[in-house]
């Protein structure tokens, strides 16, 4: 007596998510292929003709139709296997973690991979494969700093206030220093190179005449910056270029100064001269 095939029916919804499957690139081969048998199933094909279509045995498209009567989308998954077990469990996780809070071997400024399982016996591997899946990279480096001021939230607002929202009829302006930068004297000039374009070269050599130091102000409502070097970095000296920067300034113009006086960052108020 000749099998009859279960009969097959869906909802709209999983009818769409078929027929998704059954048209993916970038999906499981086996996962398209077993979506067009069931898509096929539920048009009203018999099971031979299906596998005559898509080039499988009839009793793998049986297969895939009772998959799908019993279970729906899921049951056109494979099921989970077990495969082998573990040699690592969770407790080779922790070990990992807590060696890294520990001084690294004798000679080494930071933990590897190899120095890690040596210590604790394992594969590389497995320290690695770990380490990925915890995000850790021993080889990179990121700093940051923490202020101690109980104030600073309400400070660095007031500072990025002036950033984003500058008063009107007011300058602010933002301030910094560049020093030791190299005071050099090269030869400049236009020269013809081997491909007969002209370009511009400088000599190789240089004359030293020591070192000069950068005040720079930037004005963050226009972004004009004034700059001026000098020989050494004193107080005098910024005053000096304070001075020339406000010069212009009308009297009644209030000024908004934003700087790192003896590395804080710190705000203060000048008021241009009468």
């Known amino acids: 007596m000749a099998r009859v095939a279960v009969e097959l029916s869906c909802t709209v919804e999983v009818m769409s998510e078929l027929e998704r499957l059954s048209r993916s690139r970038s999906g499981e081969v086996r996962m398209v292929e077993r979506a067009r048998m069931v898509l096929a199933c539920l048009h009203g094909q018999r099971n031979d003709e299906i596998a005559a279509e898509l080039g499988v045995r009839p009793n793998t498209v049986g297969q895939w139709r009772r998959r799908f009567a019993e279970r729906g989308i899921a049951g056109l998954r494979d099921a989970p296997r077990p495969g082998k077990p573990a040699k690592y469990g969770a407790e080779v996780r922790e070990r990992i973690l807590a060696q890294l809070e520990l001084p690294p071997p004798a000679g080494m400024a ?159 108020f000048l008021t241009a001269p009468q």
């Open 110 to 268: 930071s933990w590897d991979g190899g120095s890690l399982a040596l210590a604790l016996g394992v594969s590389d591997d497995a320290v690695w494969r770990i380490l990925r899946k915890e995000g850790i990279q021993l080889q990179r480096h990121r700093s940051w700093c923490v202020s101690t001021d109980p104030e600073f939230a309400a400070k660095a607002a007031d500072v990025i206030g002036l950033y984003l929202n500058p008063p009107e009829n007011a300058l602010v302006i933002s301030v910094d220093e560049k020093p030791s930068i190299q005071a050099l004297e090269r030869a400049r000039g236009y020269v013809h190179t081997s491909s007969g374009k002209i370009v511009q070269g400088m000599k190789s050599t240089y004359k030293r005449h020591g070192t000069v130091n950068l005040f720079a102000a930037l004005e963050v409502a226009t972004g004009l910056i004034r700059g001026k070097t000098t020989q050494t970095k004193k107080r005098a000296d910024f005053q000096a270029f304070m001075d020339e920067v406000v010069a212009d300034q009308p009297a009644d113009r209030q000024i908004h100064v934003i700087l790192e006086p003896l590395a804080k960052v710190g705000r203060i």
